[in-house]
């Protein structure tokens, strides 16, 4: 290791974008994550929101700088220089709204038309306290996730369920996705982008066994 590695110098930053219709949650999973705060009378605001975390990863400083949509994607106005630079996205629909499931495919081909294919993707079904209210099935988020090829958890803002190893799984993801590339240049996109886990249920590569809420 060497000095700057133990002065913990700030090496890396990643950009992470959270897309999904409107009043999912984002918001506020990014301000439990970021602050530990939740506002159940949150509104959208227009205007680009982003917070910066910082995690430890192989003794380096890693810095996610997490962008929200901030309420553009009320109106259709995601541009594509919100999804520019991505690293990392967070992919994420509320558990009790079968149609902001639907359209998470919209979602997704929107972010594959302005991004590398190489970005790690988290399917997140939030508000997984309302499990009386649920609408989509784990099985259902879990299929998709599995047929897409990225990884899936679900996610209470509310009470913290599992929010801050959604983010993290993802920055993990980013991490390990940048040094196999620095060590293989060659490495095809292809590569990079495969082996996905589903977190609901075996939690394999060393993420841990998270589950839903509603068990």
């Not at 994550?33 to 939740?38: G, L, P, T």
């Not at 992919?91 to 998470?104: A, N, P, Q, R």
């Not at 306290?129 to 609408?135: A, F, I, N, T, Y």
Request: net charge negative.
């Amino acid at each position: 290791m060497d000095s700057s590695d133990e002065e913990g110098s700030e090496e890396y930053l990643f950009k992470i974008v959270i897309i999904g219709d409107s009043a999912v949650g984002k918001s506020n999973l990014l301000s439990r994550y970021a602050r530990n705060e939740f506002n159940p009378h949150s509104k959208a605001t227009i205007g680009v929101e982003f917070q910066t975390q910082s995690i430890e990863i192989d003794g380096k400083v890693v810095k996610a700088q997490i962008w929200d949509t901030a309420g553009q994607e009320r109106f259709r106005a995601v541009t594509s220089a919100y999804y520019r630079g991505a690293f990392g996205a967070l992919l994420v629909y509320d558990i009790t709204g079968k149609d902001t499931f639907e359209s998470v495919r919209k979602w997704l081909d929107e972010l594959n038309a302005h991004s590398d294919s190489t970005v790690a993707k988290m399917l997140v079904g939030n508000k997984c306290d309302l499990e009386s209210m649920r609408q989509v099935s784990v099985e259902d988020g879990k299929s998709l996730a599995e047929a897409e090829g990225f990884f899936f958890i679900e996610t209470s803002a509310l009470d913290s369920t599992n929010v801050k190893q959604a983010f993290e799984i993802v920055i993990r993801e980013i991490y390990s996705n940048v040094s196999r590339k620095v060590l293989n240049p060659d490495m095809s996109k292809t590569e990079l982008s495969v082996n996905r886990v589903s977190l609901v249920d075996d939690g394999a590569k060393g993420w841990g066994n998270y589950t839903c809420c509603s068990g």
